[in-house]
């Protein structure tokens, strides 16, 4: 168990619920094969490799990486060079992160600004894919005016 911030304790073994979901019921694991799949359904113009696919989606590159040997996807799509974004504008992503950007982020990665989501491969499923797909180029459209990535927000600006 470990404490956190707010005061209440966290199990980071499974709860009672999760131990009780039927195997039956469990979902198959994602692999890089059925993700290759979903990738091609949002855009028919995929480059790249199983693992690792580049596609354009609303105008917008975005990658697809996974490392299915620890478990790991990301859908990232580059929004701009660093040096072009003033210090307000970085506060403000980082204010969207709280608020705003929901399941994707933004993120600083060699100089240049990036609207993030990662997620358990394993675990991914379906929707959740095609839901982070487009809250990261939603995420990446609305830098400079909403920076939202859905119509969701949590308080703030």
């Keep these: 168990m470990i404490k956190n911030p707010f005061g209440s304790k966290v199990n980071l073994l499974k709860t009672d619920a ?8 469990m979902l198959e694991p994602m692999t890089n094969h059925r993700l290759d799949e979903l990738v091609r359904q949002i855009s028919p113009d995929v ?4 693992g690792y696919w580049q596609l354009n989606v609303d105008g917008r590159d975005v990658l697809v990486i996974t490392d299915e040997a620890h478990n790991r996807m990301r859908v990232i ?5 660093q040096d072009d974004i003033d210090e ?4 403000r ?3 969207a992160n709280f608020n705003s950007a929901l399941d994707a982020k933004y993120a600083l990665r060699n100089q240049a600004l990036w609207s993030v989501f990662t997620h358990p491969l394993a675990q991914l499923t379906d929707e959740q894919f095609m839901d ?4 990261v180029v939603n995420l990446a459209n609305n830098f400079g005016s909403s920076y939202a ?4 927000t949590f308080g703030g600006k």
Excluded: D, F, H, V
Aim: with cysteine.
């Design 18 to 25: 999760a131990k009780s979901i039927e195997p039956s019921l």
């Design 47 to 50: 480059t790249g490799e199983i």
């Design 77 to 81: 799509c580059p929004i701009a060079y």
């Design 88 to 91: 307000a504008e970085l506060i």
């Design 93 to 95: 992503c980082l204010e």
């Design 132 to 135: 982070c797909a487009a809250q």
């Design 149 to 152: 990535s859905s119509n969701l």
